[in-house]
């Protein structure tokens, strides 16, 4: 008898493929360190397998709102219709700060996978351009809204972390 992989249905929770894109979210962060900007990365994954990237561009187009996950939601939101969308997750690098969160509720994402959590990405950044980070979970952003965005993570975190290592300490 051969053995048989079987996905958990709870979308709280981390499967092998799940894994499989996140470690591609990290690519994506790598990507877009090595153009010079901040280590973030963010992969959408429809029901039809359909895959839309984004990557972090807050220094080389000089926004600041140009985060990796909101750059994403900007191009899947132009690509896939709502309903895609809902059926959707949402693969990071980096758990969503509250603005990337604001933005996949309003885009109607209907699930979030994130590597590295905010209070780990708080602990390698003290502070950036002399401000702290923000404490404020994806999780406590979405619980706050009308509908559910499931949340699972975090995960492979070790290997999320491993590209921000150096950077920051660079940047402060």
Request: charged residues 20%; contains cysteine; glycine residues 8%.
């Amino acid at each position: 008898m051969s053995a048989v992989t079987i996905e958990p249905t709870d979308p709280t929770i981390v499967s092998p493929a799940d894994e499989e894109h996140l470690r591609h979210a990290i690519e994506v962060a790598r990507r877009s360190r090595a153009e010079g900007n901040h280590p973030f990365g963010a992969v959408l994954v429809a029901p039809d397998g359909a895959v839309v990237e984004g990557t972090n561009s807050v220094v080389t187009a000089g926004d600041p709102t140009g985060h990796a996950e909101t750059n994403l939601v900007r191009l899947a939101s132009a690509r896939l219709a709502p309903e895609r969308l809902r059926l959707s997750t949402l693969y990071t690098s980096t758990e969503p700060c509250a603005m990337c969160a604001g933005a996949i509720y309003w885009s109607g994402i209907g699930r979030v996978v994130y590597a590295l959590s905010e209070q780990g990405l708080a602990a390698m950044v003290p502070s950036q351009d002399g401000e702290p980070t923000m404490d404020l979970p994806c999780r406590e952003v979405f619980a706050r809204g009308g509908r559910t965005v499931h949340v699972a993570g975090p995960a492979l975190v070790a290997d999320a972390a491993e590209v921000h290592r150096g950077f920051w300490d660079a940047s402060s």
